[in-house]
C-alpha cells in the first residue's frame, strides 16, 4: 500500500513561493491501475516525483507503513516523457545496468516487450524516433522488477496504434500484485483501462473514483472530470459571442 | 587470447564520452611538463654559477654551494594548476551530463546504492589526477637524478 | 474458446453488461456451446483493453446467474444446457421487447398500431 498523507509542495520562485502542491491524501493499493488527471501546473509531476524521492517535500509518504529509502526504493519505478535513459547507450547496455542495479530485473519481459516492439537491442537510443523512445522508457519501468510502476505523460508523441497495442500487452503482462500510477492527458483513451481516476486540481485532490463506480452511475470519465472541474460547456459559445459580436455571421 | 584494454568507462557516467576529456587532460598534463623543461635552464645556470672562468677553463670556487633543488624548481607547481582546475570543474560537469539531453538523473537518483552517482562524477578525474600525479612524480624524480649528476657533490647544499 | 473476435465495445453502456450480453447472445443464438470454454480475466483483459475488474464484475454476475462456472486454475467454462439456453433466449427476447413496447409508448403509440407496424416490418 502507498500511502500519500498531507503532501505539500513549494517552489520559490524570484517573485516568492509557488504551491504546486498544498496538501494531498492518497491512498494506492497493490494491483491497482489508477490514472492521474488535472489540468496543466496541477501538481502530477510534481506529485509523481516527490513519491519517488526526486524531490524534496512536506508531508509524509508511507510503501507498506516505511518511510520511502534506500532499502525499498527498487520497488518503485518510474518512465517520464522527459525520459531518463542514457542516449548514448544501447538498451543492451541498459539491461545490464538496471541488472546490476536494481536485484530483480525481469528479463524474460524484457526481451518479449522488446521484440513485440521491434525495438533494436544493439543501436545506441539517441537514434531510435521519439515514439520508440518512449516505448523504451516505458519497457525499462516495467522490467525494473517493481511493485509500483509511475508513469508521468509516458506516450506524449506515440500514434494511437501504438497506445492501444501498448494498453493491452500491458493489462497482459500485468500481474496481480503490480500497480500502476499513471498521469496522462488522454482521458477518453484511458477510461476502459484504468480501474481508478484521481483528478489533481489547484495542488489538491479534487476527485477519486474507480471505473466501476462510474459505470454504476452512468457517467464517463469526461463527464467527472467536467464537473469536477467546474467545466464551463458553454464556455467557448460565450467566449465566440463576444469576440463575433456585430459581425455578420454565416 | 585477445586482452581487453584497459577502460576508462566505468569510471565516468554511463554513456559519457570521455575521450575529449582525456585528451584536455593529457594536453595540459603535457603542455606543464614541455613548460617545466625551464628547470634545466636554471639547473645550468645554478651549475655555472660555481664556477669561476679563467680563460678557457672553468675552476670550481672554493666553498661554492648550489641552491637546494627544491628551490630550483620552486614555482613550477602553478604549471599545473590549469590541469587540477580542469579536472575538478569536470568533476561538477559529470553532474550536469545527467541533465543533458535525458534526465538520466532521475534513474542515477532512484538507485539503491547512494554512492553510485557521486562515484561517477568524480573517479575519473581523481584517476587522472592521480595518474598526473604519478607521471609527475617520475618526472621531477628524474630532474633530481639530473640535479645530482650536474651538482658536484662537495657543492650540494 | 469462446471468441470474442467480433465483440465491438460501445460507450453507450457499462462495459460489464456489454460482455454480459455478448456472452449470453452467442449462447441464445447457438454460438457458443455448452462446455465450452471461455477466456481467462486476464486474457480478455489484454485483448479488449478493458481493465480486469471490469472483466472480473462481468465474469462474476455470470457465475451468480450460473450461465458459466469456474474450475481448476483459471478456466472458466459455459454452463448451458438446453434448459439454460432457453431460459437466456426468453430473458434477451423479453427485454429487447420490453424496451420496443416502451419505444412505442414513449411515441404514443396504440397497442394495435404498434402491432401493425411490427407485422409490416416483419416483411
Redesign the interface.
Known amino acids: 500500500m502507498l500511502e500519500i498523507k498531507a503532501l505539500k509542495k513549494i517552489y520559490y520562485n524570484t517573485w516568492g513561493g509557488v504551491q504546486a502542491l498544498k496538501g494531498v491524501d492518497l491512498k494506492i493499493g497493490p494491483g491497482e491501475i489508477v490514472g492521474l488527471f488535472g489540468e496543466n501546473g496541477a501538481g502530477k509531476s510534481t506529485l509523481l516525483r516527490s513519491i519517488l524521492r526526486l524531490q524534496s517535500f512536506e508531508g509524509e509518504i508511507l510503501l507498506d507503513g516505511e518511510r520511502i529509502c534506500r532499502k525499498n526504493i527498487s520497488r518503485l519505478s518510474f518512465a517520464t516523457c522527459e525520459h531518463s535513459f542514457f542516449a548514448n547507450l544501447t538498451p543492451e547496455s541498459h539491461r545490464e545496468f538496471y541488472r546490476m542495479h536494481f536485484g530483480c530485473f525481469r528479463d524474460k519481459r524484457f526481451e518479449a516487450l522488446m521484440s513485440f516492439f521491434e525495438l533494436p537491442l544493439y543501436k545506441a537510443l539517441k537514434s531510435f524516433s521519439t515514439g520508440q523512445k518512449n516505448q523504451f522508457e516505458v519497457i525499462m519501468a516495467l522490467c525494473q522488477g517493481a511493485d509500483y510502476i509511475l508513469m508521468d505523460e509516458p506516450f506524449a508523441g506515440n500514434d494511437i496504434f501504438n497506445r492501444e497495442d501498448f494498453y493491452k500487452v500491458l493489462l497482459g503482462i500485468l500481474e496481480p500484485g503490480e500497480t500502476i500510477f499513471l498521469s496522462t492527458h488522454l482521458i477518453e483513451e484511458v477510461e476502459r483501462f484504468i480501474s481508478r481516476a484521481v483528478l489533481l486540481r489547484e495542488g489538491r485532490v479534487a476527485g477519486d473514483i474507480t471505473s466501476l463506480e462510474l459505470e454504476e452511475q452512468g457517467r464517463t470519465l469526461m463527464d467527472y472530470v467536467k464537473e469536477t472541474c467546474g467545466y464551463r460547456a458553454d464556455r467557448v459559445g460565450r467566449a465566440l459571442d463576444r469576440l463575433t459580436e456585430g459581425e455578420e455571421q454565416l | 587470447m585477445l586482452k581487453k584494454r584497459f577502460s576508462f568507462e566505468k569510471y565516468f557516467p554511463p554513456g559519457y564520452e570521455y575521450s575529449k576529456e582525456r585528451n584536455t587532460a593529457g594536453f595540459l598534463l603535457g603542455f606543464g611538463a614541455v613548460m617545466s623543461l625551464h628547470f634545466f635552464k636554471n639547473l645550468l645556470h645554478a651549475a655555472d654559477r660555481l664556477y669561476d672562468h679563467v680563460q678557457w677553463r672553468r675552476v670550481l670556487r672554493a666553498g661554492a654551494v648550489a641552491p637546494p633543488f627544491r628551490q630550483l624548481v620552486e614555482d613550477q607547481w602553478m604549471l599545473y594548476i590549469p590541469l587540477f582546475l580542469f579536472l575538478a570543474s569536470m568533476m561538477l560537469y559529470h553532474y550536469f551530463y545527467y541533465f543533458h539531453t535525458t534526465k538520466s538523473i532521475y534513474l542515477m537518483r532512484r538507485l539503491p546504492k547512494r554512492s553510485v552517482l557521486f562515484k561517477s562524477c568524480v573517479q575519473g578525474p581523481l584517476l587522472y589526477m592521480g595518474a598526473s600525479a604519478a607521471l609527475l612524480g617520475v618526472l621531477y624524480l628524474s630532474y633530481y637524478g639530473a640535479y645530482r649528476l650536474v651538482i658536484p657533490a662537495e657543492c650540494l647544499p | 474458446m469462446v471468441s470474442f473476435d467480433d465483440f465491438v465495445?460501445r460507450?453507450d453502456c457499462?462495459?460489464?453488461s456489454q460482455i454480459i450480453r455478448y456472452v449470453k447472445q452467442g449462447i441464445a443464438a447457438g454460438i457458443i456451446r455448452n462446455q465450452e470454454e471461455i477466456p481467462s480475466r486476464?486474457?480478455l483483459?489484454?485483448?479488449?483493453?478493458?481493465?480486469?475488474?471490469?472483466i472480473q464484475?462481468a465474469y462474476h454476475i455470470l457465475e451468480e446467474e450460473g450461465v458459466i462456472v469456474s474450475r481448476s486454475g483459471a478456466k472458466s467454462f459455459v454452463c448451458a444446457n438446453g434448459e439454460t439456453v432457453s431460459r437466456i433466449r426468453m430473458e434477451l427476447l423479453t427485454g429487447d421487447t420490453e424496451l420496443w413496447v416502451n419505444a412505442m409508448k414513449r411515441l404514443g403509440m396504440t397497442r394495435e398500431d404498434a402491432l401493425k407496424l411490427a407485422e409490416d416490418v416483419w416483411g
Open positions: 465495445l460507450d457499462p462495459i460489464y486476464r486474457a483483459s489484454a485483448l479488449l483493453g478493458v481493465n480486469p475488474n471490469t464484475k
